[in-house]
């Protein structure tokens, strides 16, 4: 049974409303390609109301800036529990907008949980220090929020993103306005009528559905928006930096994708590494930025790993979200779908070897087979491009020093990991790899303590961790000039 929709409008100063043109457009459900309901569309006379209506909630005699921190930190504690409430119903919405696999989305909603009460818990952190500086001076520091923040989200794990960027923001005292995904805006809305019950203040959290042109453009250069935080392609990442110093010179905060090497060495725990390199690469069907879409495998084990890569993608369930068995959905849309298998068929044609899948499954929704590649060289297509589906690429490689040079040639520096149970091959793997996240004999695993982002152009800035807050404050010195006498 498909889950209730209970928002669709835009959310700007505490109310639902209908864009300012009265436009809507439709949102889909991947599993079978129809249409879920129409949202309103917003675009730049909306963004102009949604960035004026947090301008006025930052003003520092309003509610939102008169809270103080404790204030500030249970509220967003209150909106974790509303959402561990409605968990299952939130869980539900994901999957039916996003085509996750309900048992993976009701697992993102418990790290989504822990993630709000841990940054709720940052509000009360933030602290400044005491400068030592000479003469009869007394000289400190304040940390302050920067203001207006355009908080733009990816299709891909819309509510844990949405999280992420706004509980932070919130946690260290900025407002928001917050662009989801056209693909995806469901969760979005929902988690923004549970701030509302939880008490933002009016103007705190806006919410404008739309497309990249129009309201993305016009968020990303209106001038009394403060910082930009932005998950997404590369491409759109590095127009939203340039937009950024147009009108003003914003803060901006970029994560833009990876195409991350795993490394199996000959030493390796062979299930372990087979278990973990096909979840790395087949979770959430290949759409996640982290995913091992670059798996370097020792000369010594390669044909074995690669006979056994190709058993677990045959038994890998593929279908309908919902069923308890399913272990991989759709991807997000048609044209995703199509990148994929053009990806596929650029692999075929340069050379690599086509062991399983490679095909589109059935002609209802957005199926693509899990699919293995071996003898995956670092020139072909698929070795160098983020493809954002279920494709393992499996390339071989006979040294770690040598692999190191071969994970490092990319522009992509996002995660990494090896398999190994030598403990210097993972020091120095870890050490020299150029990635924000690294795993060893694990694949995946996190948590909001930890930080995440990336080196290169996999992005700027890092989100979750005790200093997550800190990419939305901005430090002021005050300095007294002290009485010579007493």
Request: hydrophobic share 40%.
């Amino acid at each position: 049974m498909a889950p209730q929709i209970k928002y669709t409008k835009l959310f700007i100063d505490n109310k639902w409303v209908d864009a300012v043109s009265g436009k809507t457009f439709d949102t889909y459900n991947p599993h079978d390609g129809s249409v879920i309901a129409q949202v309103a569309e917003g675009d730049e006379a909306d963004i102009n109301l949604a960035v004026a209506a947090a301008k006025r909630a930052f003003h520092r005699n309003s509610p939102w800036r008169l809270l103080d921190a404790a204030q500030r930190r249970t509220l967003l504690s209150k909106f974790a529990d509303l959402v561990e409430r409605d968990a299952g119903y939130l869980s539900e919405l994901e999957s039916y907008n996003n085509g996750m696999v309900l048992s993976n989305s009701r697992h993102l909603m418990g790290m989504a949980i822990e993630t709000i009460r841990y940054l709720a818990s940052l509000a009360d952190k933030i602290q400044g220090d005491t400068v030592p500086i000479s003469g009869d001076l007394f000289s400190y520091t304040l940390k302050q929020p920067v203001g207006v923040c355009g908080l733009i989200l990816p299709w891909n794990v819309p509510m844990l993103m949405y999280i992420n960027k706004v509980i932070t923001a919130l946690a260290a005292g900025c407002t928001v306005v917050v662009k989801p995904a056209e693909q995806t805006p469901l969760t979005a809305l929902a988690l923004t009528a549970l701030l509302q019950e939880a008490g933002v203040p009016a103007g705190v959290v806006n919410v404008v559905n739309g497309f990249g042109v129009g309201a993305g453009t016009t968020l990303t250069h209106h001038p009394d928006v403060a910082k930009i935080s932005f998950t997404g392609s590369l491409e759109v990442g590095k127009l939203i930096q340039q937009a950024a110093g147009v009108n003003n010179l914003k803060r901006v905060t970029l994560e833009l994708g990876g195409k991350s090497p795993l490394i199996i060495m000959d030493d390796a725990d062979l299930n372990l590494a087979l278990n973990f390199a096909a979840q790395g690469v087949f979770f959430h069907q290949g759409q996640i930025c982290v995913a091992a879409s670059r798996l370097f495998v020792q000369s010594g084990i390669y044909d074995k790993f690669v006979q056994g890569a190709v058993e677990l993608a045959k038994k890998r369930v593929v279908g309908d979200p919902t069923n308890p068995k399913t272990e991989q959905g759709p991807q997000i849309d048609g044209e995703m779908m199509n990148k994929v298998l053009g990806y596929i068929e650029k692999g075929k044609k340069e050379g690599a070897k086509l062991l399983i899948g490679g095909k589109q499954i059935g002609s209802s929704g957005f199926y693509v087979e899990p699919t293995v590649f071996a003898d995956v060289t670092d020139d072909m297509t698929i070795a160098k491009e983020e493809i954002f589906g279920p494709v393992q690429s499996i390339i071989k490689f006979d040294t770690l020093e040598e692999v190191l040079d071969r994970a490092n040639t990319t522009n992509y520096g996002l995660s990494a990991g090896i398999f190994t149970t030598n403990i210097n091959n993972a020091l120095q793997f870890s050490k020299h790899v150029e990635a924000g996240t690294v795993w060893v004999n694990t694949y995946l695993a996190s948590g909001p303590q930890a930080p995440f982002g990336g080196f290169k152009d996999s992005g700027l800035g890092r989100e979750n961790g005790p200093n997550c807050v800190d990419a939305y404050l901005e430090v002021k010195t005050v300095t007294i000039s002290l009485p010579k006498k007493f």
